[in-house]
């Protein structure tokens, strides 16, 4: 879709920017149109209201901390939108729909135009979920998620309750509850993940064996979403201190742009992706078969994020976003990016 819209010049061929931007919030839209296009080449802005200074001002300064990670040489888009036509659940994205704004840098209205309702929407679908529980207007915890994982969430759950997050990090704190809600939706129509997990800790898979459960993974694979279900909850009652371990929180606000950023300049046909499937293994390109089915690309993919695994286009944006943001890397992401000729980001 991306070599698409460059094609029909919807962004800029990679280009030399000022090597280093200074960024400064905007106090006007119109002050903040004229930084994009004098500093970022942005052609053009669309949609935005006075009332929006912080979403435009949100989205120029994830673009010029991603200039500047690349030193000014990158793809941009020429045109950005602040659209409802973007799925509810993304922040930020390509205008896939035909159309006047078709090939847009989207930003998503339905979460922007009230931030704190948006948050509250997804804390209420964890909270159906079991995923948290939320108790005298605190942070109880993440059911089935480990220590480490639930820590950083309750610390900004109880900052958000009080009122005391800015508006950049109630986006990071939207992202972290995003990456939980989108993980627990991929369980649900792909138990194999956390069976796998499951399985790979020693105890548990001996304590499985002994009752008599199958543990070979390709037997499992095999099964019925419906029959891997049966295993998993199997597991879960023979070992209850089994907990899922996930990288929900901290990922900062601009993690959306720097990974849609990736995409951009990514620029290599790709497969689709697991959930666009909704994790039906049969209906799996072989492309993808290939990428699930490799072992050690999935190890490698899950010590990037969980959405990383998704599919080695996936793979290429979750790695280049963590790339902008400075993170130190595993040597063996770092080599299967380089493989797959993701963008090059100097310092990696």
Known sequence: MIAFYIAKGKFTEAKKLAENIDFKPAQTIEEAVEFGKNHLGIKSYNGFEAKDINVINWINEGLVNTSNKMKGRLRMPKDIVYTDQLDKNTLAGVVTEKGQYEGWFGINKNIFANVNESIDEVLEVLKKGNWIEIENESLKGCVRLDKQSVQPLAEQFEKYQAGNLSFNEKIDFWNSLSVLRNTTSSLKYSPFNFIKQSLAIPQVKTVCENNGLVTNLENIKALTTDEQWKILKDILKLNQGVQIKFNV?????????YHEMGHIQDMTPRCLTTDKYKFDYSKYSDELKAWVDNQENMQIANRVSEYASHGPGEFIAETFARMI???????EVVALYKKLKGPAVPGY
Not at 249 to 257: D, L, V, Y
Not at 325 to 331: E, F, S, T, V, Y
Request: proline share 12%.
């Open 249 to 257: 929180a901290n990922k900062g606000p601009f993690a959306t742009i």
């Open 325 to 331: 943001q400075g993170n130190k890397l595993p040597d």
